[in-house]
């Protein structure tokens, strides 16, 4: 008996027609979470520039009827916010962006029976998985980072 090949075993795999419909479905769902995303970054940046104009506003009205004598000038601070909001919304776009492509390849794959722009669209979900993981150990170190400066920072007192 002759034993296939990896190229040969890889051209053997192939989709049934359940197979088909649950990726259709999920290539639906991914499409329309991208979309509900995108619309999220969107306001993520509104809301950035919207707190970034009204901390700027408040810091500027605080200063005026500041009864301690003292004056806060802290116009870095408004711009500071609304670069924070501007750069959780470009990465949470990233992500979106990887699962529109997932969901568009999958979707005219399956509708031309194209193994070519399946395989793409199989690589967008890796690269938006791959993208989700870096972003939680990212997250998870910062919280850690966070979590030991608030301790020395305690016993230290």
């Not at 009827?65 to 501007?86: A, E």
Request: glycine share 6%; aromatic share 12%; hydrophobic share 50%.
């Amino acid at each position: 008996m002759e034993e296939l090949s990896v190229e040969n075993q890889d051209e053997l795999l192939s989709l049934d027609s359940i197979a088909r419909e649950q990726l259709s479905e999920a290539a639906r769902w991914a499409r329309f979470l991208a979309i509900m995303g995108f619309i999220a970054c969107g306001i993520i940046v509104v809301a950035g520039i919207c707190m970034g104009i009204m901390y700027s506003y408040l810091s500027t009205v605080s200063n005026r009827y500041n009864y301690s004598g003292r004056v806060m000038n802290t116009p870095g601070r408004s711009g500071f916010i609304g670069l924070v909001y501007i750069i959780m919304a470009a990465i949470f776009l990233f992500r979106c962006l990887y699962l529109y492509r997932f969901a568009n390849k999958m979707r005219s794959g399956l509708q031309e029976r194209s193994q070519h722009a399946v395989n793409e669209s199989f690589l967008n979900l890796k690269k938006m998985f791959r993208y989700n993981g870096i972003i939680t150990i990212v997250l998870v170190l910062l919280y850690v980072v966070i979590l030991l400066a608030a301790l020395i920072i305690a016993v230290n007192r």
